[in-house]
């Protein structure tokens, strides 16, 4: 008899965790957008009989509109820490087909995520059984964990700079040495205790 009410709490847990899910009869675009504070999820529900137009940002609704008699256009929303634009475009293709695209800042979201791969490093990395995402961002030279953007100094050191700060205790740092070639331009590496970490690609 235990045993059975056990599962029914687990199953409970679940349906709660995907109730928003249930209820999106409507969704017909799913974006995930790399930021520096964290990976979010873009959903997007479009009632093509009511205009009906919802848009959730990491499962919250953003934006919840009823019934729209025109049913192309776009929707305008921030996402993130830094509250980073992102516009829905919603154009019909033919007869009742309709083609959702996502821009960030502006630009196409490949655009975009092909900009963000050269203005930022991002590693992904294990510390205790726990998993970090740290973000470099070049042009201010920002670093964020896991949402939160850290405290670092600054040093100079014989070959380049070395931006340190701590995960969870452990003191890391990312180093920036210049490759020597122009188009490489400046290698930014992370180290952690005396271990360098791998770039993520993503």
């Given at each position: ?15 709660s965790?995907?109730?928003?899910l249930e ?5 017909v ?28 940002v990491?499962?919250k ?5 009823g ?20 516009t ?37 990395l294990?510390?205790g059984?726990t ?18 953007k ?7 050191v014989?070959?380049g700079?070395?931006t340190?700060?701590s ?6 740092y ?5 490759s020597?070639?122009q188009?490489e ?18």
């Amino acid at each position: 008899m235990a045993s059975g009410e056990e599962i029914t709490v687990c199953e409970d847990e679940v349906r709660s965790q995907y109730s928003h899910l249930e209820k999106m009869t409507d969704l017909v675009a799913v974006w995930e957008v790399a930021l520096s504070d964290g990976v979010h999820k873009i959903e997007f529900e479009h009632g093509t009989t009511s205009g009906k137009r919802v848009v959730y940002v990491d499962g919250k609704e953003e934006i919840r509109k009823g019934w729209m008699f025109k049913l192309v256009g776009k929707e305008t929303f921030t996402v993130g820490a830094s509250k980073t634009k992102a516009t829905i475009n919603i154009d019909a293709v033919s007869g009742f087909a309709y083609e959702y695209s996502l821009e960030i800042n502006g630009k196409s979201l490949k655009k975009y995520m092909e900009h963000r791969s050269k203005t930022t490093n991002t590693w992904v990395l294990s510390l205790g059984g726990t998993d970090y995402r740290v973000v470099l961002e070049k042009d201010t030279m920002d670093v964020w964990c896991n949402g939160q953007k850290m405290e670092t100094a600054g040093e100079f050191v014989e070959d380049g700079t070395e931006t340190h700060f701590s995960v969870d205790g452990h003191s890391c740092y990312i180093k920036a040495v210049s490759s020597g070639k122009q188009k490489e331009g400046i290698i930014h590496t992370l180290i952690v205790g005396d271990r360098e970490i791998p770039e993520a690609v993503e």
